[in-house]
């Protein structure tokens, strides 16, 4: 088991085309000094670029979003066309960097008195929605409720020339109000003491109207981000959200709990459309629920769900109203003789992501990657061994309920390659077709530090997969280099180049390649 | 400090307000853009206002909603037809908004003022408007363009009309869903302002587009489409152009698609129509009534009697009825609740014989089906059963499924039963209905449900207008009256209640006579004195009391005026000394109405 670095299902040689990555840090967000203590309500829980992968967001435990842009192509547009030649040949050697934008409190604890329960705020799952006018649009989800938000400049207003001034005119740099009393208060002999909107009816406007009156001068001094909550989907799951979901036609999102998937317009909060229901009619026959669940990216009509024995079902929304039959079912068949009691537990899914194409789907499990071909659903076209070091370990892992932990993956733009986290902080990207590249890094500022650290084989110029195969027994004999409370679960390719951005706890971190 | 004359402070006030931080003093100050205009006049509302509005156009999205109706109906405050251009500017922002009901709002807007503009102004101001918003960098501005066309082209010259059908055409393959779904909700619109020759070249390309699109929502609005474009095309045209199409949605692959055409068929049906709906659509409707998917089977079964009426008896008993036998006992409730809910207007299509050779076994079947929605959809359309099929018949059938509804465990299928216990009565006669339905109109005046307890008072007096104030006299009052005695407050209550609806259908004498006593004697409210435990809780209701001030205020004008003094106003004069504040209170007003009917009288 130990000498096998990944790429198990690809026996080919490592394409020319795409050699393999060398992968570098490029920046950290919220960075830990040592011994600093983690803050629980810190620890990212959701990581996402958008589609154009010029904004990334993340969600943390403590109901926050954060939103980072990217700032080494921002600024080429920002200014005229001949820096922007200037720079062209800079830019594109150049790997995406981001900074911070905004963030905002998104979801707050609360409690569901009807069945005393608290409902943490923790963030889910972040989705990115089409940008429109400039401003950004998120849907964000905590267990129960989905909220859509909108991030846009605003500008910001400095008011001058009203009718009515405000008594004090050193307050003249905040917005007036003519709710303030005074002004009011030196007309009550006018009798317009109340809200003063009561104009008579028969009161006379004169052809030219009257010159007095004027309009307030507004005056843009900057602008300010603002983000605010236009819908909040609610009251439709009675199970836990564990995804929620865009569909291509930018009008509708699903959102997945352990037995259900609702389908909802983006613009319809009070209504949803129940379309997957795995409920069995005596809860005690329950063997199965859901994981994970993903729109195709182009098909409207197409969805995946994943399950916890181990099972991904694509569905067809044309078929039927409620689609309990599913279209397409991909389940890779047991090994006899190799059952265990923990099989089933591993081979649960925790999250699929469809590829760029619309023609993959990745899945991972406890101690696997797999990539399907949607056309083929006799078993993975590949699988690779995340960790197989822990498998003699799996009981250790039972009792510490880490055999529970929920690890996302992630497909770069091209499909080429997949990633996912493990322990230690560690994740592990791999080639996805006929290439054997697969790469251990670890999520601090010296990604490959194990492996230069590898005293055995200190040249670079050996080949990477040596040098890998080397690299996990060391870790494994190390006995207590694989520290289970330092996982990482949620990480993010970004769509169109080389980038990876993964959570480690509190910090966020990016590498390139 | 402004200098201002006292009677334009308000509006000052108004004005300052469109910028207040306040999003209600902003929105009240919006709604009243046209004072404002008018206080301003209409030169400095062209120059200033309009200017500032279009500027100040990144508020709350009700707040822009505000804007975009006032801007609508703007004409007259800057100075008429002739400058309705300068509200264009304004309204093309909001155009342009991310929320679907502003931008709505100020399509609506744009649309009912080009209705007003000249033909050269058209040219000049709206259609590069409508061109400028199909070309906006962002989807929003293409969407709301869609709406546009139908106002810009019929005014253009036939350059222009060229480049906005081309336009248009582009629109429909615009990458963004939203915009071809927009495109496509505004075809028909579009195409009616189209000639005959584009028509078929142009606006039929752009249909075809729309009907391959790989988004089904983008489908399901080209479906919509095709009754109004159906509509507009000579009906040979429509055979050879739109027909196709429609036999070809209702095979497609989507539910929702066969769901639209199942709901527009009847619509086609009319644009192709009889005798190709006959040879063609027949067919395909046959097949979307026996679906796969119970939303189609749904929208078919409801319009079996539609679609009957253009087939004739004989079509629809070769190919309507079977399905229709198959759909009443379909798997899914609400198909067979949509079948039960028009399967009776096929009766006077089918002629007697079928009716009751055919059709009268499912509607039995129907009639006993588990699910009382269906039953109740039934019995809703009874008097059209009974025209065809006689009384007797459907007596035998009906009473059974009543008398079980009325006691169903769910207290809205009693109230909708209630509700049409009327329409029996006059269906089934005096003489039958004392037999069977007499006693359930009692027994529900004591139904656990307030809702029944109301409906059930109402039911009575419905009955008695139906019948008639002696048949009342004989089958309902004296029981009404009985049970006035009855321990429970609540009951009582209702009672008094249906006394009261009863009076004025039973008329002055028998209200004197009969009603009147019972109620002076509730006005003291004694239970009987067998009830131990209810005098020892509380002698005397108050809600029963006051209750009763109420009721005999509504005797004053139906009784003899020396009654009212002899009787009823002795016995409020005795409530308004009640302990009770309410009781008081009501019998106080029941008093003043005495005394305004004395004055008038």
Sequence with gaps: ?513 | MAMLDEPLYPIAILIDELKNEDIQLRLNSIRRLSTIARALGEERTRKELIPFLSENNDDDDEVLLAMAEELGVFIPYVGGVEYAHVLLPPLETLCTVEETCVRDKAVESLCRIGLQMKESEIVDWFVPLAKRLAAGEWFTARVSSCGLFHIAYPSSPDMLKAELRSIYGQLCQDDMPMVRRSAASNLGKFASTVEQSHLKADVMSMFEDLTHDDQDSVRLLAVEGCASLGKLLEPSECVSHILPVIINFSQDKSWRVRYMVANQLYELSEAVGPETTRSELVPAYVRLLRDNEAEVRIAAAGKVTKFSQILGPELAIQHILPCVKDLSSDSSQHVRSALASVIMGMAPVLRKDATIEQLLPIFLSLLKDEFPDVRLNIISKLDQVNQVIGIDLLSQSLLPAIVELAEDKHWRVRLAIIEYIPLLASQLGVRFFDDKLGALCMQWLEDKVFSIRDAAANNLKRLAEEFGPEWAMQHIVPQVLDNMNNPHYLYRMTFLHAISLLSPVMGADITFQKLLPVIINASKDRPPVAFVTIILCGFRVPNIKFNVAKVLQSFLPIVDSSVVEKTIRPCLVELTEDPDMDVRYFAGQALQSCDQLMISG
Excluded at chain 1, 116 to 136: F, H, M, P, V, Y
Excluded at chain 1, 383 to 396: A, G, I, M, T
Excluded at chain 1, 443 to 452: F, H, I, T, Y
Excluded at chain 1, 467 to 477: G, K, N
Aim: proline share 5%; glycine share 6%; charged share 25%.
């Design chain 1, 1 to 513: 088991m130990s000498g096998k670095g990944g790429g198990e299902g690809s026996a080919a040689m490592p394409s020319p085309l795409n050699p393999p990555h060398e992968w570098k840090f490029s920046q950290v967000f919220g960075e830990r000094t040592a011994g600093e203590e983690v803050q629980e309500a810190d620890i990212i829980s959701a990581i996402e670029f958008d589609k154009s992968g010029d904004h990334l967001a993340t969600g943390d435990r403590g109901g926050r979003v954060v939103l980072f842009e990217r700032s080494d192509v921002k600024e080429t547009m920002q200014y005229g066309s001949r820096r922007d030649l200037e720079k062209l040949d800079y830019t594109i050697c150049r790997h995406p960097e981001f900074r911070y934008k905004t963030e905002f409190q998104s979801h707050e604890p609360e409690f569901d008195y009807l069945k005393s329960l608290e409902i943490e705020e923790k963030i889910n799952k972040i989705r990115w929605c089409q940008t429109a006018n400039g401003a950004l649009f998120l849907l964000s989800t905590n267990d129960k409720t989905i909220k859509f938000w909108k991030v846009q400049e605003k500008k910001v207003k400095r008011l001058s020339e009203m009718n009515v001034d405000p008594p004090h005119t050193a307050r003249n740099d905040r917005i007036t109000s003519s709710t303030i009393s005074s002004p009011k208060a030196s007309l009550t002999n006018g009798g317009y003491s109340d809200r003063p909107h009561n104009l008579s009816n028969d009161f006379k406007f004169p052809p030219g109207g009257f010159p007095s009156l004027r309009l307030p001068m507004v005056a843009c001094q900057g602008t300010s981000l603002a983000s605010r909550c236009r819908r909040i989907y609610t009251h439709a799951h009675d199970y836990h959200i564990n995804s929620i979901s865009n569909n291509s036609d930018g009008e509708t999102f699903i959102s997945a709990d352990d037995l259900r998937i609702n389908l909802w317009n983006l613009e319809i909060s009070s209504q949803s459309f129940n379309i997957v229901d795995v409920k069995p009619a005596n809860m005690e026959d329950l063997t199965e629920v859901i994981t994970s669940s993903e729109f195709h990216p182009s098909q409207c009509n197409t969805l995946a769900y994943s399950s916890s024995k181990g099972s991904i079902r694509l569905i067809d929304l044309r078929q039927s109203a409620l689609c309990d039959n599913h279209s397409k079912l991909f389940e890779e068949h047991e090994t006899p003789g190799s059952r265990s009691f923990f099989t089933e537990i591993i081979a649960s899914i925790s999250d699929i992501k469809f590829s760029k194409d619309g023609r993959h789907i990745l899945s991972r499990d406890y101690m696997t990657l797999k990539l399907w071909d949607i056309n083929m659903n006799s078993g993975p076209v590949a699988s690779f061994q995340v960790h197989e070091y822990l498998r003699p370990k799996l009981c250790d892992l039972y009792e510490n309920d880490s055999i529970f932990d929920k690890f996302e993956c992630c497909l770069s733009g091209d499909g080429a390659r997949v990633a996912t986290g493990s322990y230690s902080n560690l994740f592990r990207v791999f080639g996805s077709f006929g290439s054997n590249e697969a790469t251990t890094l670890e999520a601090s500022k010296n990604p490959m530090r194990k492996q230069v650290a590898t005293p055995a084989k200190p040249m670079r110029s050996l080949t990477r997969s040596i040098r890998r195969a080397a690299e996990i027994p060391r870790v494994d004999a190390n006995g207590n280099s694989h520290n289970l409370s330092s996982k990482l679960l949620h990480l993010a390719w970004h769509p169109s180049e080389n980038s990876i951005a993964c959570a480690a706890a509190n910090s966020l971190y990016m590498y390139y390649a």
